[in-house]
């Protein structure tokens, strides 16, 4: 069993700024990677930022270079800096992660919306 904590959504205007945090807990002996995907309404789920616990990172073309993924490893703990916000980056944003095993859990989800 894995628990997550996630924080940080919430509503921007275009241009804005937010930073979503991730804390897993419970039945964890080695996590691999952590980073999150989103669902746009309509639309099926997509990567949006993965790193793995030796730092290497991997995003989405659409958010690369204004989207910085980190980690700290001790805490189980990772966090997506967003800035430069645009209305087709509201999304349901959801953390994930994938134990050295290979099995991956998910977050309950949080919301981000880009909006004037």
């Known amino acids: 069993q894995v628990r997550f904590v996630e924080s940080g959504g919430g509503l921007v205007q275009p241009g804005g700024s937010l930073r979503l945090s991730c804390a897993a807990s419970g039945s964890i002996f080695s996590i691999f990677a952590m980073g999150w995907h989103r669902q746009a309404p309509g639309k099926q789920r997509e990567l949006v930022a993965v790193?793995?616990?030796?730092?290497?990172?991997n995003y989405a073309v659409s958010v690369k270079d204004r989207f910085t993924i980190s980690r700290e490893n001790a805490k189980n703990t990772a966090y997506l800096q967003m800035n430069n916000l645009r209305p087709d980056d509201t999304a349901v944003y959801y953390c994930?992660?994938?134990?050295?095993?290979?099995?991956?859990?998910w977050g309950q989800g949080t919301q981000v919306t880009v909006s004037s």
């Open positions: 790193i793995t616990s030796g730092g290497i990172t």
């Open positions: 994930q992660v994938v134990l050295s095993g290979g099995a991956q859990y």
